[in-house]
């Protein structure tokens, strides 16, 4: 069976807010992903029903220090590279670049922690693959403009990107322009830094603000393809199919709208233009967006190269109001699905879905896919070395894999990478916490903030060296 092609990425993923702490140093400016806490109150703010706009260190935030990998960054690239990492994807914190966002210069210190960082990785020939923004606004620009409820929050991410691209142009040459761009609809703070007041039409702000950040994407990319046109610009989904409850037609149709919620971002980033069911269902809704004349041109002239996107779980959907109303919470709603296991989170445990997934994307868009994160959040128990026996982990990611081949193999599917979420043990994204882990390193730091941030590596940690060597045929 034709295994995977050659120079396939394999490495791992990470994101600035989750793992850098140093959250003040060196001129770093406060960011919406600063100030949401670990808690009770952390969906609330996430959801953008709180305001949470100060950072009140009386509330406990790990990603305060988080894993310190702005101090150990040395140390973090170097078991990388002894795993085998083709490549590490990490994002920018946006401001360390631009404290406010809108400040005239950009603040040299952080400029040259990302030149250090990238320096590092191409020492070992570690291919950077770097995310713009992951769920990160600059609270200045929160307070001032709404954030991306503003058409100027545009012009603001033009700027970061231009000083970007210039700077890293030969260091750096693939790019995701916003991690889990539909995140938006979900998580609005988390993903958009979007507040609601009383009275607010939810909806509208919420395509409003979507509209912008594809504007954001397609200009950052034209830009790009100016200062480098060997640069590869990538669109970023939270994916994962959608199954029918029953075989009841509604149930398919409803499992189908729901896909659609999600394609509607990357039909834009990636076919050019806003899909007919996704005008219709603005009309329908009454979901009012202002447009300008000259977007749907620049939708259509700045595409992406490639598609990436992070698989976790499938979902499952019912037409039936009664149904539904059963569901579970989570990020993502969704019913029990009886054929299949899930992680202590209830994210359900499901291979052929991503390659179902991976199916579903290339037939629809034709274009190379990149899996930027997959993995199982999971307790470890290290022991007194801090050796951790992963084998739950080791058993996800080998699933996923032979998925992933079979979608190459037998499928024919064009997929680029695959870098599992957090390598390196970090703070988690829905709980703000540490308890909940994906790494092949296990760094001891606990909830409270206790422990001596020493990196060990754990059962998987070999594992996956192996897969690498082997390019994927030892699992
Ligand atoms: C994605 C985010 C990541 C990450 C991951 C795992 O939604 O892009 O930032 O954290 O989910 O989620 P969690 O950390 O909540 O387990």
Redesign the pocket.
């Given at each position: 069976m034709k295994q995977f092609p050659e120079g396939f990425l394999w490495g791992g993923a990470t994101?600035a807010n989750?793992c850098e702490g140093a959250y003040l140093a060196d001129g770093k400016g406060l960011s919406t992903v600063d100030v949401i806490p670990a808690g009770k109150d952390r969906f609330p703010v996430m959801l953008g029903e709180l305001k949470m706009l100060s950072c009140d260190e009386a509330h406990q935030y790990p990603s305060h220090e988080a894993i310190d990998f702005y101090h150990h960054y040395k140390e973090d690239i170097a078991l990388f590279a002894e795993m085998g990492f083709k490549t590490f994807r990490m994002s920018i914190s946006w401001t360390r670049i631009f404290p406010n966002g809108d400040d005239p210069t950009p603040n040299e210190a952080g400029l040259k922690f990302y030149d250090d960082v990238f320096d590092e990785c191409l020492k070992y020939g570690i291919e950077p693959l770097v995310t713009i923004t992951?769920?990160d606004v600059p609270i200045h620009l929160v307070e001032t403009l709404g954030s991306w409820r503003s058409r100027e929050m545009i012009v603001h991410y033009e700027r970061l990107c231009e000083v970007l691209f210039e700077r890293y142009k030969n260091k750096v040459t693939y790019w995701l322009t916003f991690?889990?761009i539909n995140?938006l609809l979900h998580l609005p703070f988390m993903g958009a830094g979007l507040l609601f007041e009383e009275g607010d039409d939810v909806l509208s702000i919420k395509y409003q603000a979507a509209h912008h950040q594809l504007m954001a994407s397609a200009l950052a990319t034209k830009i790009a393809k100016r200062i480098n046109p060997n640069f590869k610009i990538g669109c970023m989904l939270?994916a994962g199919v959608t199954y029918a409850n029953t075989c009841a037609p509604e149930d398919a149709f409803k499992a189908m709208t729901k896909e659609r919620e999600s394609y509607f971002f990357i039909d834009v980033q990636s076919r050019g233009e806003y899909p007919n069911y996704a005008l219709k269902m603005m009309e329908n809704e009454g979901i009012h967006v202002q447009m300008e004349p000259e977007d749907a041109q620049i939708l259509k002239e700045n595409t992406v190269d490639f598609i990436s996107f992070?698989y976790?779980a499938s979902r499952l959907t019912s037409a039936d109001p009664k149904v539904n109303a059963t569901t579970e919470g989570n990020?993502f709603a969704s019913l029990k699905n009886p054929y299949l296991k899930a992680s202590e989170?209830g994210w359900q445990i499901d291979p052929l879905g991503l390659r179902t997934t991976l199916n579903m994307l290339y037939d629809r868009y034709q274009k190379p896919l990149f899996i930027v994160?997959n993995g199982l959040?999971a307790v470890d128990m290290p022991d007194e070395n801090g050796y951790v026996e992963d084998d739950y982990r080791i058993d996800y990611l080998r699933a996923h894999v032979q998925a992933m081949r079979d979608a190459i193999a037998l499928d024919g599917v064009d997929l680029m990478g695959y870098t599992p979420?957090?390598c390196i043990d970090l703070v988690?994204?829905?709980?703000g916490e540490m308890k909940?882990r994906y790494g092949f390193i296990y760094v001891d730091k606990d909830n409270e903030g206790n422990g001596t941030l020493k990196r060990s590596k754990k059962k998987s940690f070999e594992w996956y060296k192996n897969v690498i060597n082997s390019n994927g045929t030892t699992l």
């Open positions: 994101a989750q992951h769920f991690n889990e995140m939270a992070s976790y990020v989170w994160e959040g979420w957090g988690s994204a829905s709980t909940k």
